[in-house]
Nanobody, 122 residues
Framework: QVQLAESGGGLVQAGGSLRLSCAASGRTGNIYVMGWFRQAPEKEREFVAAISRSGRSTLYADAVKGRFTVSRDNAKNTVYLQMNSLKPEDTANYYC???????????????WGQGTQVTVSS
């Protein structure tokens, strides 16, 4: 059993920054890759970013490349998503996900958090 808990969401103005955190707990020994997804109302859930267990490999969706940075601190069992130059279209519920896969991937993922809301105003 793996539990994921996101935090750090909130309301920011366009051009601002926000840092999301995802704390993993439970039986996390076989969790290698962690990722971020987002879902806006009336839209499909979409991949945002992923990071390998070592942190040396990352993967980003084209829509966020150059603006978002994913990182992790394994000592804290936590993954982060630094979001800069935020746009209104980034508004969504952001979900943390994890999988025992070795290579970074857009999906599928096996464990999911409850989500944290990010709202970017114009």
């Amino acid at each position: 059993q793996v539990q994921l808990a996101e935090s750090g969401g909130g309301l920011v103005q366009a051009g601002g920054s926000l840092r999301l955190s995802c704390a993993a707990s439970g039986r996390t020994g076989n969790i290698y890759v962690m990722g971020w997804f987002r879902q806006a109302p009336e839209k499909e859930r979409e991949f945002v970013a992923a990071i390998s267990r070592s942190g040396r490999s990352t993967l980003y969706a084209d829509a966020v490349k150059g603006r978002f940075t994913v990182s992790r601190d394994n000592a804290k069992n936590t993954v982060y998503l630094q979001m800069n130059s935020l746009k209104p279209e980034d508004t969504a519920n952001y979900y943390c996900a994890a999988t025992p896969k070795v290579l970074v991937t857009t999906g599928p993922y096996d464990y999911w958090g409850q989500g944290t809301q990010v709202t970017v105003s114009s």
